[in-house]
């Protein structure tokens, strides 16, 4: 009789409320990949239009899915609707967004449009970008695959990533093109463009470590200093994009290549001693 009577007192449909609330809160990261997939479409048809301005928009729109990709990971993990099917969805959207869109656009700009010359024969050096965008594609695959089954660093429990991440590496292409815009001609920069990708791609599937800053407290009460350079970043991105972007890109790629040379030296420093 208890029982009945609590069933009687719920008021009705706050079930299907409460069911509707839960399926909205699923959809939430959902809908933020979706728009971290429809940001690498549109960086991908850009591209292939290939005029100076939708090259530098197609620069944007992969920006703009890193900035998808991050909200729709913090999203998952604040409201805890973290789930297989939105890791595996999340991936899928992450080689569109950081592996065909960026590989398609290092190849545009940095290598299609390079200028005829006696010296040599374009369509050779042509071949290679191919081959150094596609190798890029395969790195970016390579880096989900192995993060969806290991996951993090081990022993740093969410603070390291093993590998450049895919958005950091695709930022790095960007944020190239987004500060320089006008694409190479010179085949000889062409040359130092595809071994900037091949070497971006290769810290994908290496295991140099990179500080993954899922171990700040976001959600908690932070001191006013804090949101204030927050805020002057975010007006430092908007007004000096250019610069500021590159910055970022290269200071974060830059990291985990010194943080990898500083352990190696610093154990073989303890493994070997000086003797005295």
């Known amino acids: 009789m208890n029982g009945f009577e609590q069933h009687e007192l719920g008021f009705p449909g706050a079930r299907r409320a409460n069911l509707k609330l ?64 939105g890791k595996q969805f999340d991936s899928l959207a992450d080689m569109v967004s950081f592996g065909i869109a960026p590989a398609a656009l290092a190849f545009s700009w940095g290598v299609r449009g390079i200028a005829e010359t006696d010296f040599l024969d374009i369509r050779r050096l042509h071949q290679i970008g191919w081959w150094v965008a596609l190798s890029f594609v395969i790195c970016c695959a390579w880096r989900l695959a192995r993060f969806n089954i290991q996951g993090m660093a081990p022993g740093s429990g969410s603070k390291f990533f093993v590998g450049l991440p895919c958005p950091a590496a695709a930022g790095l292409i960007a944020a190239t093109v987004h500060a320089i815009k006008t694409p190479i001609e010179d085949w000889r920069w062409s040359v130092v463009w595809m071994l900037v990708v091949i070497a971006d791609a290769a810290l994908m599937s290496s295991t140099v470590r990179y500080r993954s800053f899922k171990d700040l407290p976001m959600a908690a009460r932070q001191k006013s200093v804090f949101v204030i350079v927050i805020g002057l970043l975010v007006w430092l991105i908007v007004v000096y994009s250019e610069v500021v972007l590159m ?3 290269t200071t974060f790629v830059a990291s985990g290549i010194t943080l990898y040379l500083i352990r190696t030296v610093r154990h073989y420093l303890v493994s070997h001693p000086a003797k005295t």
């Open 22 to 85: 839960r399926r909205g809160i699923y959809l939430l990261p959902s809908s933020m990949t979706v728009a971290n997939m429809l940001c690498g479409f549109y960086a991908v048809m850009a591209t292939l239009k290939g005029g100076g301005t939708d090259i530098d928009n197609a620069a944007k729109a992969i920006g703009l899915a890193i900035l998808f990709d991050s909200f729709d990971g913090f999203v998952a993990r604040a409201t805890g609707t973290s789930s297989e099917f």
């Open 247 to 249: 910055i970022i890109a």
